[in-house]
């Protein structure tokens, strides 16, 4: 390849956006590699584990056959902490195993099998091969420098994840903009999937999602996470970035995390945990207003380092936006294939397709997101009052009193202020 040799596109990055999108492009009959800076794709990512395959159904065709799923999340809370105390709002789905709404993956061996489906199909994917430059030639990207060898493709896609350095590199993004992210802890911990299955009250391959809002995160934006997988949990925590470096204490996320498992309502549900892996990684929740220009000529953006992530407080996708992505533009990569894909056309071409796909409808239908989930009434106002407020209905003290109901309301209404609380709520409705 670095004799002249030109592919028609080289993918850098290994995660769910570079790898569907590989697939899509050699399940055409066009040459791809995919040049990977980790030993083997999924060695250097990291998620929180719930990928929903609703919006991948059309798009991906056959990539999603037989894929490692961890188990099908048919049981899902939020739960609003206060204290030791918590209360919490669960929805059982109801799903059948024969439609999944959405699954927990390990992105380990969720990657590894992308990789294998897009090398079944003659993509090469290349671990260990970090991508340090882009080539340009005649106004257009025209390849990539790895190891100092010339890897030459018509089309270069950039699947590089959160902090895209071919991105920053075309000058699409500043290379660090704290308001943007949001930073994500997670430990894998190891349990039996029979407990597993007692704990959260689940069928085998059936599993459970939470979400947990309040002081988690310790008044910082951001939220607690927990899935389960077939026989081991994935938990964490996720705040904002920007807030986290201003509080300035190093050992934030540690304190948070671990204050997190000890929780009351969260301990017994891992009793005799191991932690097998842990890791922190960035996750770009600008939301739409932080999408840059998706490509200069010869370069496409998909995945993560084009910005596409949804944080709704009660919904965090990244990876089907990421894997809708990268087949988007591979599509219309393959639509140019008999010209030239590395032209002004195409990548208007991709712009126009991924602005007409459920992933920009979403970004743009939630731009108001990342505003409204910056506001911290959200989780220093909210999960104490309501919890303190259903503490005083459940209990009865010395003289033999309860609260009324009516008492109860008044005094929530009384702390949280009732037209901030409007204000909020209108917000947030327009979520
Ligand atoms: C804590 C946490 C929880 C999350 N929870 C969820 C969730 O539950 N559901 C969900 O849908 N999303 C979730 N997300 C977001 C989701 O993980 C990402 O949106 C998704 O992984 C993006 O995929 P990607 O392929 O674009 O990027 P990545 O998965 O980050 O892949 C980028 C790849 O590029 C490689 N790379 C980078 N630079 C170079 C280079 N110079 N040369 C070669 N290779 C390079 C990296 O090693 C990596 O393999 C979470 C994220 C975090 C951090």
């Known amino acids: 390849m670095s004799d002249g040799e030109e592919l028609d596109v080289v993918v850098?990055?290994?995660?769910?956006?570079?790898?569907?999108?590989a697939y899509e492009l050699a399940s055409n009959g066009l040459t791809v590699a995919v040049c990977e800076r980790g030993d083997v794709a999924g060695a250097k990512n990291l998620t929180g584990g719930?990928?929903?395959?609703?919006?991948?159904?059309?798009?991906?065709?056959?990539?999603?056959?037989?894929?490692?799923?961890?188990?099908?999340?048919?049981?899902?809370?939020?739960?609003?902490?206060?204290?030791?105390a918590s209360t919490s709002i669960r929805l059982d789905h109801g799903v059948g195993e024969d439609r999944p709404h959405s699954v927990t993956v390990l992105r380990g061996k969720f990657d590894q099998f992308l990789a294998d489906r897009a090398g079944e199909k003659e993509a090469f994917v290349m671990g260990e091969q970090r991508v340090d430059e882009l080539?340009?030639?005649?106004?257009?990207?025209?390849?990539?420098?790895?190891?100092?060898?010339?890897?030459?493709?018509?089309?270069?896609?950039?699947?590089?994840?959160?902090?895209?350095?071919?991105?920053?590199?075309?000058?699409?993004?500043?290379?660090?903009?704290?308001?943007?992210?949001?930073?994500?802890?997670?430990?894998?911990?190891?349990?039996?999937?029979?407990?597993?299955?007692?704990?959260?009250?689940?069928?085998?391959?059936?599993?459970?999602?939470?979400?947990?809002?309040?002081?988690?995160?310790d008044g910082l934006p951001g939220g607690g996470f927990l899935y389960t997988n077939r026989d081991s949990i994935s938990i964490g925590v996720v705040v904002q970035m920007d807030e986290l470096e201003?509080?300035?204490?190093e050992d934030t996320f540690n304190d948070l995390i671990n204050r997190f498992k000890e929780r009351p309502d969260v301990a017994p549900l891992i009793q005799g945990y191991e932690t097998v892996e842990y890791g922190a990684h960035l996750i770009p929740e600008g939301g739409f207003d932080a999408i840059p220009e998706l490509g200069i000529p010869g370069l496409f953006l998909v995945g993560d380092a084009a910005g596409l992530v949804l944080n709704t407080g009660n919904l965090l996708r990244g990876m089907d936006l990421?894997?809708?992505?990268?087949?988007?533009?591979?599509?219309?990569?393959?639509?140019?294939?008999?010209?030239?894909?590395?032209?002004?056309?195409?990548?208007?071409h991709y712009k126009n397709s991924l602005t007409n796909s459920f992933v920009i409808e979403e970004m743009r239908a939630h731009r108001k997101a990342p505003k409204i989930l910056s506001n911290e009434?959200?989780?220093?106002?909210?999960?104490?009052?309501?919890?303190?407020?259903?503490?005083?209905?459940?209990?009865?003290?010395?003289?033999?009193?309860?609260?009324?109901v009516k008492r109860a309301v008044k005094e929530m209404r009384r702390t949280v202020g009732t037209w901030a609380a409007m204000r909020d709520i209108m917000r947030i409705l327009k979520l």
Do not use: W
Request: aromatic share 6%.
């Open 12 to 21: 850098v990055g290994a995660g769910c956006a570079g790898l569907a999108c």
């Open 50 to 84: 719930r990928l929903y395959l609703e919006p991948l159904k059309d798009l991906c065709g056959d990539l999603l056959e037989g894929a490692p799923f961890e188990r099908t999340v048919v049981s899902e809370s939020i739960v609003l902490t206060h204290g030791d």
């Open 135 to 217: 080539i340009r030639e005649d106004g257009k990207v025209a390849g990539v420098m790895v190891g100092g060898e010339e890897v030459r493709a018509k089309v270069v896609v950039a699947a590089d994840g959160a902090l895209s350095f071919l991105a920053v590199e075309a000058g699409l993004r500043k290379s660090r903009e704290p308001r943007c992210f949001g930073v994500g802890v997670k430990e894998l911990i190891k349990l039996d999937a029979s407990v597993i299955e007692e704990r959260f009250n689940v069928a085998p391959g059936q599993g459970a999602a939470r979400m947990y809002l309040g002081d988690v995160t």
């Open 246 to 249: 201003q509080r300035g204490e």
């Open 322 to 348: 990421a894997m809708a992505s990268g087949v988007i533009a591979a599509r219309s990569i393959i639509e140019f294939r008999e010209g030239d894909p590395g032209c002004p056309e195409c990548l208007q």
């Open 377 to 404: 009434r959200i989780y220093k106002v909210y999960p104490p009052a309501v919890v303190d407020m259903l503490r005083s209905l459940f209990e009865v003290d010395e003289k033999g009193e309860g609260v009324p």
